[in-house]
């Protein structure tokens, strides 16, 4: 029984299918955990959905943001962006039944040894806070009420967490540090604008978020994706496994039980 976890495959499923095979992935013993964003600029967005679904109890996932653009293109709420191949996922047959399951993953999720999400944890939060706001968003991601937090889910504010925020700007936070969060300002407020890396910004206010002096230590690692400009990143207590597949780079895999890192380049 072995343990991998993936970064984003945004519609790579040929590289993530190789990768695979390099670690001679068994379902009916191991585990795929996938930090979100598995559709979007990649060639085979619809096939990947497909290909997670089918493995059933040993894919673990959490959402990303596009992952919940493409629901808010299923409600009519945006248009599928330009340069996103998910065109064919509103037209498959199967339509209805993939974006269900996607509906009902989590935002959080959590091995005992350590958490995946898409973006990072807030800095502001322990574990015990995150997991109850993941909660809380999931729960109406479930709900019938899905559609108005669909709606409602895109701004920038509030850019900070306050234990008493509640209702649509607790669940706005809640989003947009699990699936959107890069930078941080010095007091904690989340920037949503620069995508670069940590060694190339020149304003010396913004720091990523698991720079962030403040920040609350978490007894487990955090595993995350979303920050392909961050080519990767190994701190011990953070691991950033996004290295940009879908823009030439390449798909990174890591192996739990001995760390090691499988790497397949952009086909
Ligand atoms: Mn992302």
């Known amino acids: 029984m072995a343990t991998y976890i993936v970064g984003d495959i945004q519609g790579c499923l040929d590289e993530l299918k190789l990768l695979l095979t390099t670690v001679q992935f ?3 013993h191991d585990q795929l955990w996938i930090a979100g964003d598995l559709v979007a600029r990649g060639p085979k967005s619809l096939q990947t959905l497909r290909f997670v679904k089918q493995l059933g ?3 673990r996932i959490v959402l990303g943001n596009h992952d919940l653009h493409l629901l808010a293109v299923s ?3 945006h248009r599928v962006k330009e340069k996103d191949q998910t065109a064919a996922i509103f037209s498959a047959a199967d339509k209805d039944e993939l974006l269900t399951w996607l509906r009902h993953q ?8 350590f958490v995946m999400c898409h973006a ?7 574990l015990a806070t995150a997991r109850s706001c993941a909660q809380e968003v ?3 991601l479930q709900s019938d009420n899905w559609h108005w937090l669909i709606k409602n889910m895109y ?3 509030p850019d900070q967490w306050l234990d008493q925020l509640q209702g649509i700007d607790r669940y706005r936070y809640t989003i947009n540090a699990f ?3 890069r930078f941080c300002f010095a007091d904690a407020r989340l920037d949503m604008e620069c995508k670069l890396p940590p060694n190339e910004i020149d304003n010396d206010q913004l720091m990523p978020w698991f720079d962030l002096p403040s920040r609350i230590a978490l007894d487990k690692t955090v595993l995350f994706g979303h920050w392909a400009a961050l080519e990767g990143h190994t701190s011990g207590t953070e691991i950033g496994l996004d290295t940009g597949c879908v823009w030439g780079g390449s798909l990174t895999m890591l192996r739990w039980e001995d760390k090691q890192f499988f790497v397949q380049p952009a086909l």
């Open 26 to 28: 068994n379902p009916s």
């Open 57 to 59: 109890e040993s894919a």
């Open 75 to 77: 409600l009519g709420i």
């Open 106 to 113: 989590p935002l959080l999720a959590e091995h005992d040894e």
């Open 120 to 126: 990072g944890i807030s800095p502001q939060w322990d």
């Open 138 to 140: 999931e729960q109406i």
């Open 155 to 157: 701004s920038n504010q």
């Open 179 to 181: 699936t959107r969060m």
